[in-house]
């Protein structure tokens, strides 16, 4: 049975079924559940926010506060103690409330839950989850509007997953809680509220399995998480034309599909990357030197990259909105491809 | 304290407080009206706290802030046009709309500006006060942070350095009871923030911060000190925000017996009580008409005020090099 449930209440399912089926499975965050300290004099605190938008809301009645847990502002301190619980035998998910926040915790990810196994000869391994907010679009200025899905995935030992729709999260943030390595789960901030058909019960998506959102023959358009639906706007476009795009969600990141990439690519013979995150050493230019690594032969055109711009991301309405891919920049791509072609 | 001050600096502090709080007010209420977006984290009830410590800077001292920043903006006499403009993304704003609410900033007025993470801003006040003493200087520089950010390295690993250096800089801890819907009860172990400098051999206050007086006192203190090469302190001011953690916020978390308790202890309120036979009720009134003036006219002119040319998205990012 499915029904129509937006990423946000998809995100808070997996999670709730999860907990329900296995009582390793453990919160941890700031204000995931609220009104800590106060909900024993004050019982209408408790559970005041569920994060900041509602993701966790009414897991802490469900599982109380052992299993939903408050934690001060010390990511550093929660992040670090979900890699010893998961060692020690549990399944920490723990968010960071904004992927922007990573830089005061990053030690113990880049250096401990990403290399433990391997330093350790393969004798151990990390399972956490940490979920974490990203993108732009929200009028929240430059420490507060970052992706930085490329920061996870140049890491070794971390999997990067950023999921676009709200089934592909249920099922990709199941298979994060149950997989054996630390997995990053970036959720993007401006689609919690989209809606999408999701099976009620519990499903895991496997990692490395892109999903081709659309067909097409005459140009490949990888699109990177809310990108995803930036370049589906953009093949309706372009199909007035008669072009016809493919559009490929690669889902999640480390691993990443290249077979079903490649494939396209030889396909079409043109390949365009959409990412709003930074141009330099992103999931834009991974994507495209891969392309230009194996799929060479079959390119009938340069690559071309849509992203956002060598600069943080401003604050000012318009500046913002020019700094974020839209549909036009995409079909302007596409069309440059073409008429390189016709020269 | 009171006694000490004469009538143009009580009343340039009522002037402030009453600034502060025209502004926020409007704040709240274009954020309700959805005429602007974003994050707005207002200051409305903390205002003793900004205006107690910054009219004591001197030109040539440093301060940071948070993204709570508009009240010690306001206090450091940062133009409410360039606030509200960079509070609408215009090209009036303070940073001309590139940074919006959370990251206010004159650096022509010592403050450095306003920080989106948690206790970022600790260590650059600290770095702040070492160029002073290294350039023989006698200038200050004040951290302004909240009671959630003592759990961040960057709070103990700053203490730590200021103390190891001797920087005169001054740790003010604006104690609002919440780090967002977490209360202090739950999370401060220690009790109170100034309980915790003892091991960093920082000599630390806690005041009350709704109280302007007693506020100033203390900072007077701290700087003597600091400007005499006795190194850092640290004031924890015990206050209470007015509105949510941002706009917006349903603020469920905060009960309503506590919420009156702190509406009496009103900043503005105390500062009418403690200097009203002294000044009189009209003048204070007066003034406050004037800032509501003020502030309506920032606003007008911030929503009236263009947009930055989308070029600005590149600019910035790198300092031109002659
Ligand atoms: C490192 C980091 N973690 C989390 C956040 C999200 N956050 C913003 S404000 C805040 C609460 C801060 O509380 P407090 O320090 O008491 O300051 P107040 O907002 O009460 O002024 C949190 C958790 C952040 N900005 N930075
Ligand atoms: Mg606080």
């Not at chain 1, 569920?50 to 992040?79: K, M, S, Y």
């Not at chain 1, 699109?223 to 589906?232: F, L, P, R, Y």
């Not at chain 2, 942070?145 to 203490?159: K, M, N, S």
Request: proline share 5%; net charge negative; hydrophobic share 45%.
């Amino acid at each position: 049975m499915t029904r129509t449930l937006n990423v946000k209440d998809a995100i808070n399912e997996a999670l709730r079924q999860e907990m329900a089926a296995d009582n390793r499975v453990i919160l941890m965050g700031e204000d995931i559940a609220g009104g800590a300290g106060r909900d024993a004099d004050y019982p209408p605190a408790a559970d005041a926010w569920g994060g900041p938008f509602g993701v966790t809301q009414g897991l802490l009645p469900l599982f109380g506060r052992e299993r939903v847990i408050d934690t001060a502002i010390a990511e550093t301190g929660f992040v670090g103690a979900a890699i010893g619980a998961a060692i020690a035998g549990l399944r920490p998910v723990v968010e960071i409330m904004y992927v922007d926040f990573i830089g005061t915790s990053f030690d113990q990810l880049l250096n401990h839950a990403a290399k433990l196994r391997y330093v350790y000869g393969g004798k151990v391994s990390v399972p956490i989850v940490v979920r974490t907010v990203a993108g732009a679009g929200f009028r929240a200025a430059a420490e507060h509007s970052q992706t930085l899905y490329s920061l996870y995935t140049h890491v070794p030992g971390l999997k990067v997953v950023a999921p676009a729709t709200a089934a592909d999260a249920k099922g990709l943030l199941i298979s994060a809680i149950r997989d054996p390595d630390p997995v990053i789960f970036i959720e993007h901030k401006r689609l919690y509220m989209e809606d999408d058909e999701v099976p009620e019960e519990p499903y895991a998506i496997p990692f490395g399995v892109a999903r081709i959102v659309r067909s097409g023959r005459d140009v490949t358009i990888v699109g990177v998480q809310k990108m995803v639906h930036t370049a589906v706007e953009a093949a309706t476009l372009l199909s007035r034309d008669g072009i016809e795009a493919e559009v490929i969600d690669p889902r999640t990141y480390s691993p990443l599909d290249s077979e079903t990439i490649l494939q396209s690519v030889e396909k079409t013979g043109r390949l365009v990357v959409v990412d709003e995150s930074h141009p330099r050493c992103s999931l834009a230019t991974d994507i495209a030197a891969l392309a230009a690594d194996a799929a060479f032969h079959s390119l009938r055109g340069p690559i071309k990259m849509v992203t956002g711009a060598h600069a943080p991301v401003p604050f000012s309405p318009p500046l913002e909105d020019a700094y974020i891919p839209d549909a036009a920049r995409i079909v302007a791509a596409v069309r440059d491809q073409l008429d390189k072609k016709a020269r | 304290m009171i006694r000490s001050l004469d009538n143009d600096t009580l009343l340039g502090l009522w002037e402030r407080m009453a600034r502060i709080r025209a502004f926020e007010t409007r704040v709240g209420e274009i954020a309700a009206a959805k005429e602007v977006a974003g994050y707005l984290h207002t200051y409305s009830g903390q205002e003793a706290v900004a205006c107690g410590v910054i009219p004591l800077l001197r030109d040539d001292d440093w301060f940071t802030s948070t993204y709570r920043n508009h009240g010690h903006a306001i206090a450091r006499d940062i133009p409410l046009d360039e606030i509200a403009g960079e509070i609408y993304g215009k090209v009036t704003g303070v940073c001309g709309g590139k940074g919006g609410s959370m990251h206010v900033a004159d650096q022509s007025r010592g403050m450095i500006g306003g920080m989106g993470i948690v206790a970022g801003g600790l260590p650059i006040a600290t770095g702040a006060a070492l160029a002073s003493k290294y350039l023989g200087r006698d200038s200050v520089a004040v951290a302004f942070f909240g009671d959630g950010a003592v759990h961040q390295g960057a709070w103990h690993e700053a203490l730590e350095f200021a103390s190891l250096f001797q920087c005169p800089v001054v740790f003010v801890c604006e104690n609002n009871l919440y780090a967002e819907t977490t209360a202090v009860d739950y999370h401060l172990l220690a009790g109170s923030v100034s309980a915790m400098t003892g091991p960093y051999q920082i000599p630390s206050v806690q005041i009350d911060g709704m109280d302007v007086f007693a506020v100033r006192a203390a900072t007077a203190a701290a700087f003597e000190r600091a400007r005499t090469g006795n190194g850092p302190s640290l004031i924890e001011a015990m206050t209470y925000r007015y509105g949510g953690q941002y706009e917006g916020d349903t603020q469920t978390y905060k009960p309503p017996t506590e919420v009156a308790y702190w509406r009496g202890q009103d900043p503005l309120l105390r500062f009418r009580s403690d200097t009203a036979t002294r000044l009189g009720m009209a003048t204070l009134d007066a003034i406050e008409q004037s800032v509501q003036v003020e502030v309506d006219a920032a606003f007008t002119a911030a929503e009236a005020a263009p947009w930055p040319d989308i070029s600005e998205v590149t600019t910035d990012v790198y300092t031109p090099i002659a």
